[in-house]
């Protein structure tokens, strides 16, 4: 009866053990999420100040609490905002950012699809380590050769000026989310599409293009929402108000409007819309494909 009790011990106390990595883990799990709702409510904060002061006159904002809602909601200043030009510049940042993902995703895509399948030729291996030093630059660095060259060829003041360095720096860090993505498709299945007489330019179309969609769209959005916020690049190679984009026309805004601080919560209220709504669809394609290509 001894033996028999002394083995019988361990498994009466194994359940116990098995639990308690669950609680921990459950602990840790409500902790996060307490956590997370905190975040959230920081991040909430600026954006409910932003939206309510937009429907406030600019007499009534500076005689009311300035988080409460207002009493008498008006849309006096989007109409206000809409009479400035703010059409235009979202017309020219649609323009800018349409223009300069679509060819940095190709070629992009193209560009990992060479680096994958050429590993053994050297130059390809370069050309990857060229990317790859792209990223280490940045825009600020570069900001007056990238001026000078824009001067040279007659691009300033235009949108195609603002379009090609923004495709040159959305290239490296595509490159490499694309790179990585690639290398994780099988092996035999390319072999098979070489066996069956498929072209390079053939199984990179069909075979490919498919299995990576997730990490395009990854790209896609993430040079969307980068290109769309762009400052720097509209500031200093266009001039004149007709090629403003929305980041550089809400500078023009503060100005134009001084303390009007309703008009200026109202366009920056219809300029983040498209960037929320952008994110809400691809928000779960952005982090998976984010971290598809380095997890295995």
Same mark, same amino acid.
Not at 3 to 14: E, L, N, Q, T, Y
Not at 110 to 120: C, F, I, P
């Given at each position: 009866m001894t033996?028999?009790?002394?083995?019988?011990?361990?498994?009466?106390?194994?359940p116990s053990q098995r639990r308690n990595p669950a609680g921990k883990l459950l602990k840790f799990n409500w902790i996060g999420g307490t956590l997370g709702w905190v975040w959230l409510f920081i991040v909430m904060v600026p954006i409910y100040w932003i939206v309510i002061t937009s429907f406030k006159t600019q007499a009534n904002y500076f005689i009311t609490n300035t988080f409460a809602p207002p009493k008498d909601p008006t849309f006096e200043n989007y109409k206000t905002v809409f009479e400035n030009d703010i059409?235009?510049?979202?017309?020219?940042?649609?323009i800018v950012t349409v223009g300069a993902v679509v060819p940095a995703v190709i070629i992009s895509f193209?560009?990992?699809?060479? $680096? $994958?399948?050429?590993?053994?030729i050297r130059w390809l291996r370069l050309t990857n380590s060229m990317f790859l030093l792209g990223l280490a630059i940045p825009l600020q660095a570069v900001i007056i050769p990238v001026y000078l060259i824009i001067i040279r060829l007659k691009l300033y003041d235009t949108l195609l000026a603002i379009v090609l360095p923004s495709i040159a720096f959305a290239i490296p860090l595509s490159v490499l989310v694309l790179t990585n993505f690639i290398r994780d498709v099988p092996r035999e299945l390319f072999e098979s599409m070489r066996m069956d007489g498929a072209t390079e330019w053939g199984t990179l179309w069909r075979l490919a293009f498919p299995l990576t969609r997730p990490a395009l769209v990854t790209v896609t959005i993430y040079n969307a929402l980068g290109i769309w916020n762009g400052f720097l690049l509209p500031l200093v190679l266009t001039q004149s108000p007709v090629q403003r984009t929305i980041p550089y026309a809400l500078v023009s805004f503060q100005g134009q409007f001084g303390v009007n601080v309703p008009a200026i919560a109202a366009s920056v209220t219809l300029t983040t819309i498209p960037i929320i709504l952008l994110y809400a669809i691809g928000r779960r394609q952005l982090l998976s494909g984010l971290t598809a290509g380095f997890g295995k």
């Open positions: 033996a028999v009790d002394v083995k019988s011990a361990p498994a009466h106390h194994a059409v235009r510049y979202f017309t020219n940042s649609v193209m560009a990992a699809y060479a $680096v $994958v399948r050429g590993a053994g």
